[in-house]
């Protein structure tokens, strides 16, 4: 799979360490954080609001963002404002269709935006480019991976 197309809980890891010096604080508060690209977020509420209808390629393009530029911003969604669980956005668009997917991850910025846990702003995770949300993945990849080598070892 490629590192876009994580599961939500290896997508919310990703999340609360981007934050670094919050992690924990982020964790301890049961955030549950998914990176998305700004600027299809923002196309989708657009389309949301003037009623117009939401391809499934506008909710990838917003969900797994392999292929936009690496200056391209992303930012923090609050995925407990969507209301009920998901493993992956997958199963969200597979439950809600993509126009309810979309409307999710609406809701999921605005409880961010929210901050419901009042938390400081220097612990909240915060936006930061395409390409260092790849490398947060890609180094949260590689731990995954040595705890598996390790539980394999024993």
């Given at each position: 799979?490629?590192?876009?197309?994580?599961?939500?809980?290896?997508?919310?890891?990703?999340?609360?360490?981007?934050?670094?010096?919050?992690?924990?604080?982020?964790?301890?508060?049961?955030?549950?954080?998914?990176?998305?690209?700004?600027?299809?977020?923002?196309?989708?509420?657009?389309?949301?609001?003037?009623?117009?209808?939401?391809?499934?390629?506008?909710?990838?393009?917003?969900?797994?963002?392999?292929?936009?530029?690496?200056?391209?911003?992303?930012?923090p969604?609050?995925?407990?404002?969507?209301?009920?669980?998901?493993?992956?956005?997958?199963?969200?668009?597979?439950?809600?269709?993509?126009?309810?997917?979309?409307?999710?991850?609406?809701?999921a910025?605005?409880?961010?935006?929210?901050?419901?846990?009042?938390?400081?702003?220097?612990?909240?995770?915060?936006?930061?480019?395409?390409?260092?949300?790849?490398?947060?993945?890609?180094?949260?990849?590689?731990?995954?991976?040595?705890?598996?080598?390790l539980?394999?070892?024993?």
């Amino acid at each position: 799979a490629s590192p876009a197309r994580l599961d939500f809980a290896r997508g919310r890891r990703s999340g609360a360490m981007a934050a670094e010096e919050g992690s924990a604080a982020a964790e301890a508060q049961g955030q549950d954080i998914f990176y998305v690209c700004k600027k299809s977020l923002a196309a989708l509420q657009e389309k949301l609001k003037k009623g117009e209808e939401i391809s499934q390629e506008a909710v990838n393009e917003l969900a797994f963002p392999d292929a936009i530029a690496d200056e391209e911003i992303m930012v923090p969604v609050d995925m407990r404002g969507v209301g009920q669980e998901f493993d992956d956005v997958e199963q969200m668009v597979e439950k809600l269709g993509a126009k309810g997917t979309a409307e999710a991850f609406v809701r999921a910025r605005e409880y961010f935006d929210a901050n419901k846990d009042k938390e400081p702003e220097e612990e909240r995770p915060k936006e930061m480019t395409a390409a260092e949300w790849r490398e947060v993945l890609t180094a949260d990849l590689g731990e995954g991976e040595e705890e598996e080598d390790l539980l394999e070892d024993e």
